[in-house]
């Protein structure tokens, strides 16, 4: 079993940043491969970025290509979302998720799942 704790949300201005966390618990964090997804209200959950077990991969969806970058520290266990030059179309129920290896873009390959944090960002 792999626990995830995301943090990091709030309320922010357009044109701002946040950075959220994906703390994990249980087995071993690095062999897993973690997604960021977000879900806004009347919306199907959509993929944001991914990063391999190894942290030598990313993706991202088109909508935040350049103004979201994921990253990893194995050591701390935890996943990073730095989110720059927010939108209010950003806003959104942000959730990690994991699974061994590599996740990729479908939220249907992975295991387990975070609690979500709230990002509002206000135009």
């Known amino acids: 079993q792999v626990q995830l704790v995301e943090s990091g949300g709030g309320l922010v201005q357009a044109g701002g940043s946040l950075r959220l966390s994906c703390a994990a618990s249980g087995r071993t964090f690095s062999n897993y491969g973690v997604g960021w997804f977000r879900q806004a209200p009347g919306k199907e959950r959509e993929f944001v970025a991914d990063i391999r077990w190894s942290g030598g991969g990313t993706n991202y969806a088109d909508s935040v290509q350049d103004r979201f970058t994921i990253s990893r520290d194995n050591t701390k266990n935890t996943v990073y979302l730095q989110m720059n030059s927010l939108k209010p179309e950003d806003t959104a129920v942000y959730y990690c998720?994991?699974?061994?290896?590599?996740?990729?873009?479908?939220?249907?390959?992975?295991?387990?799942w975070g609690q979500g944090t709230q990002v509002t960002v206000a135009s």
């Open positions: 998720a994991a699974r061994p290896a590599y996740g990729g873009r479908d939220p249907n390959n992975y295991d387990y």
